[in-house]
């Protein structure tokens, strides 16, 4: 059975073949003409728009129906994984930019300073470099965490310099006192770092370096250097533990001979000051400390022969140098010439916190007697 047609006269036309035909009419009037036009995406995106007849044949309603399709939103776990890795990629360069580590919550606000290239000295001698950079730290606005971290590059110059100063220096000690041990540089170098527990200074670094050298539990010599003419060498005992005090006390209270003798030695005194307190309390050999007693301590006459002796809570010398002597290239052999003359007093120190059992007998019954005439 054949298929019933409808007969042409009957179809009404729709918009879109009625456009179809006006749009067939005009341009069966024109003379067709062709132009040539550099092709692009916005010219081949109009061009199928214009050759697409059926859109053209399609009304409007069934414009609106034929939607293009959404594309497709990530998912968040994908977003957070992309994130995470741009997030690992930042952090890794921003670490291969920053050569110094960082502890959590800090950070660089400023430029790294470059260590020193110019004026470097060889290994035993102590460079203007390091100089300057202990003078700033002796401000208080470069004394910060902060100014350290960006001048770290020339602490670690300086702090490489002071350790080859003090491996230098080791072996002229040891031909000073033989006492002295072999130490690797680490072992006697004291942090720059200071300990602001306990202190109301809470400036974090020292404003100088310093070691130390001893026998295992004595006093021994003890070497800072620090600008401004306040570098030094000193050697004694400073605020020893009461037990030590008092061993102190008590042996000079026996024989104070020894330890009158070595500090009144005419070298000695030339480094040190003569051998007696300064009439105005000042510092002076081991006198004028500023833990020195004001009156006698508790159970010795005032009018004592050793008062003097007696009232030292601190047993310790020092000798300042220039800044022109510290960068002198002979600096470490006028230490160890300093170190020669302070021999005397060191060993007699350690001899005097040492007393032996027939000591401690006679000391307790010297001290009992006084303490007998003190009740008369």
Same mark, same amino acid.
């Given at each position: 059975?054949?298929?019933?047609?409808?007969?042409a006269?009957?179809?009404?036309?729709?918009?879109?073949?009625?456009?179809? =035909?006006?749009?067939?009419?005009?341009?069966?009037?024109?003379t067709?003409?062709? $132009?040539?036009?550099?092709?692009? #995406?916005?010219?081949?995106?109009?061009? &199928?728009l214009?050759?697409d007849? #059926?859109?053209?044949?399609?009304?409007?309603?069934?414009?609106?129906?034929?939607?293009?399709?959404?594309?497709?939103?990530?998912s968040?776990?994908?977003?957070?994984?992309?994130?995470?890795?741009?997030? /690992?990629?930042?952090?890794?360069?921003?670490?291969?930019?920053?050569?110094?580590?960082?502890?959590?919550?800090?950070?660089?606000?400023?430029?790294?300073? /470059?260590a020193?290239?110019? *004026?470097?000295?060889?290994?035993?001698?102590?460079s203007q470099?390091?100089?300057?950079f202990?003078?700033?730290?002796?401000?208080?606005? !470069?004394?910060?965490?902060q100014?350290?971290k960006?001048?770290?590059?020339?602490?670690?110059?300086?702090?490489?310099?002071?350790?080859?100063f003090?491996?230098s220096?080791?072996?002229?000690?040891?031909?000073v006192?033989?006492e002295?041990?072999t130490?690797p540089p680490?072992?006697?170098?004291?942090?720059?770092?200071?300990?602001?527990?306990?202190?109301? #200074?809470?400036?974090?670094?020292? $404003?100088?370096?310093? =070691?130390?050298?001893?026998?295992?539990?004595?006093?021994?010599?003890?070497a800072?250097?620090?600008? *401004?003419?306040?570098?030094?060498?000193?050697?004694?005992?400073?605020?020893?533990a009461k037990?030590?005090?008092?061993?102190?006390r008590?042996?000079?209270?026996?024989?104070?001979?020894?330890?009158?003798?070595i500090i009144?030695? =005419?070298e000695?005194e030339?480094?040190?000051?003569?051998?007696?307190?300064?009439?105005?309390?000042e510092?002076?050999n081991?006198?004028?400390?500023?833990?020195?007693?004001?009156?006698?301590? /508790? *159970?010795?006459?005032k009018d004592?022969? #050793?008062?003097?002796l007696?009232?030292?809570?601190?047993?310790?010398?020092?000798? !300042?140098?220039?800044?022109?002597?510290?960068?002198?290239?002979?600096?470490?052999? &006028?230490? *160890?010439?300093?170190?020669?003359?302070?021999?005397?007093?060191?060993? !007699?120190?350690?001899?005097l916190?040492?007393?032996?059992?027939?000591?401690?007998?006679?000391?307790?019954g =010297?001290?009992?007697?006084?303490?007998?005439?003190?009740?008369d």
């Open positions: 059975m054949a298929p019933r047609k409808t007969p006269s009957t179809r009404k036309p729709t918009a879109g073949s009625e456009l179809s =035909a006006t749009k067939r009419k005009r341009s069966s009037q024109k067709p003409t062709t $132009k040539t036009r550099p092709q692009n #995406d916005s010219d081949s995106e109009s061009e &199928e214009e050759l007849s #059926d859109d053209l044949d399609e009304s409007d309603d069934d414009r609106q129906r034929r939607k293009k399709p959404k594309r497709a939103a990530p968040p776990s994908k977003s957070k994984q992309t994130l995470k890795r741009k997030s /690992k990629k930042k952090v890794s360069d921003d670490s291969d930019e920053e050569c110094l580590i960082l502890q959590d919550g800090q950070e660089i606000v400023g430029e790294v300073v /470059k020193p290239t110019t *004026g470097l000295v060889p290994a035993g001698q102590i470099n390091t100089l300057n202990l003078n700033k730290l002796k401000d208080p606005e !470069c004394n910060d965490r100014w350290f960006l001048h770290e590059p020339v602490y670690r110059v300086a702090e490489k310099e002071w350790k080859d003090i491996e220096f080791t072996d002229v000690l040891i031909e006192d033989d002295i041990p130490l680490k072992d006697v170098i004291h942090r720059i770092y200071r300990d602001i527990r306990f202190s109301n #200074d809470k400036t974090p670094y020292k $404003k100088g370096l310093s =070691a130390s050298f001893s026998r295992s539990g004595r006093k021994g010599i003890f800072g250097f620090k600008p *401004g003419n306040e570098s030094l060498i000193a050697a004694g005992t400073w605020c020893p037990n030590e005090l008092d061993t102190i008590s042996n000079i209270k026996r024989d104070s001979g020894r330890l009158r003798e009144s030695f =005419a000695f030339q480094f040190f000051g003569v051998a007696k307190p300064h009439p105005n309390g510092r002076q081991i006198f004028g400390r500023e833990d020195e007693l004001k009156t006698a301590p /508790k *159970g010795v006459p004592h022969q #050793d008062i003097d007696l009232k030292c809570r601190s047993f310790a010398v020092a000798h !300042c140098f220039t800044d022109d002597e510290v960068l002198d290239v002979n600096f470490k052999q &006028e230490l *160890g010439y300093v170190a020669q003359v302070m021999r005397p007093f060191v060993r !007699c120190l350690n001899d916190m040492t007393i032996t059992p027939d000591d401690d007998n006679s000391d307790d =010297a001290e009992q007697d006084e303490g007998q005439e003190d009740d």
